[in-house]
């Protein structure tokens, strides 16, 4: 099971792309389709990481095991209500 700071390592790494994407896309020299599905997965992936990290954090703030946490399915994070 990954640790707290690895997946914000993660996160981070993903962040980084995800601006790049956004970037190539705005200035006009990328592959609009394939960088528009990374984008779209990489959009995707953060949800799930950032709910595993909440739900790692509030495990442990409430006295259970963080590692007991599970990536929970991109159907289910996705439709989540801010």
């Known amino acids: 099971m ?3 700071q690895q997946i914000l390592h993660r ?3 993903m ?3 995800e601006r790049r994407l956004r970037d190539a896309l705005t ?6 389709a394939a ?3 990374r984008l779209g997965a990489l959009e995707r992936e953060l949800d799930q990481c950032w709910d595993l990290l ?3 954090r509030a495990r442990a703030e409430f ?3 963080p590692d007991e946490a599970r990536v929970r399915p991109q159907s289910q994070v996705e ?3 801010s």
């Open 54 to 56: 909440r739900q790692r």
């Open 11 to 13: 996160i981070t790494e």
């Open 15 to 17: 962040a980084d792309e």
């Open 2 to 4: 990954e640790t707290d």
């Open 27 to 32: 200035m006009g020299g990328a592959d609009h």
């Open 63 to 65: 006295g259970e095991d």
């Open 79 to 81: 439709n989540y209500r």
């Open 35 to 37: 960088d528009r599905a």
